[in-house]
């Protein structure tokens, strides 16, 4: 007569552990991926590309109220900025006008600022201007001769490549030599658009990056380049 093994109580708890050890691992593996990716985009933000919301309509038909521009900042480590070139920058000075309060506050704010410094969101601009640069350090930039077009040490510009429909270059005269390592900008929307006439040049050192692409509405994507208006532009 052989003895029956004694039932085994626990058997229906044994794979309880194995499970929670397979739940705390997925958990581990997906917090390290996720620490990385943040990382990762910090990284690209930081160094390489950030996007930005384009708040305003100075920049149109170029760029339009609503659209996300990727902005390379890598091209002003290994480049310079150049006549034509679209060009995000930090306020100056009051540019913008006194700080608007945005409405936003506590956990939300927090979590916005959060995402957009580490470039899962884009930046809704609030601090910085997008233009588009028309003379550099050593420019004479003037408005207008007798065809009403801007001059860049006295050659004149054919801006009807990216100049709103209907706009002038620009209703007011002026005429003014860019200093040294700072850049002189315009929006394309000249008539909506305080710029560099009204609020003076630009240090270089503000510039965050080039706009080189619109990234979003995907019925927008595209490139955004100055042209080929300013290549007959002599050395000042």
């Not at 009051?94 to 930046?123: C, I, M, R, S, Y």
């Amino acid at each position: 007569m052989t003895e029956e093994d004694p039932p085994r109580d626990g058997a229906d708890n044994d794979d309880h552990p194995t499970a929670r050890r397979r739940w705390t691992a997925l958990v581990k593996e997906t917090a390290i991926v996720v620490v990385l990716s943040l990382f990762i985009a910090t990284v690209v933000r930081i160094f390489l590309v950030q996007p930005f919301l384009i708040p305003s309509g100075s920049m149109e038909d170029t760029l339009l109220v609503g659209d996300r521009v990727l902005v390379s900042k890598i091209s002003l480590t290994f480049g310079d900025i150049n006549r034509g070139d679209v060009v995000v920058f930090e306020d100056p000075g009051q540019w913008l006008g006194p700080g608007a309060d945005t409405g936003d506050e506590g956990v939300g704010a927090v979590v916005k600022d959060f995402f957009e410094f580490v470039g899962v969101l884009p930046n809704d601009s609030e601090e910085h201007l997008i233009k588009r640069v028309i003379g550099t350090g050593g420019d004479t930039v003037a408005c207008c001769d007798d065809a009403g077009r801007i001059t860049v040490n006295g050659e004149p510009i054919n801006e009807t490549g990216y100049l709103y429909p209907g706009d002038s270059p620009s209703l007011s005269k002026f005429e003014e030599k860019v200093p040294d390592d700072e850049v002189f900008v315009m929006g394309d929307h000249r008539s909506n658009s305080g710029d560099s006439r009204i609020h003076g040049t630009v240090p270089e050192d503000l510039v965050v990056g080039k706009a080189f692409a619109i990234a979003w509405p995907v019925s927008r994507w595209g490139s955004v380049s100055g042209g080929d208006a300013f290549d007959d532009v002599p050395a000042p």
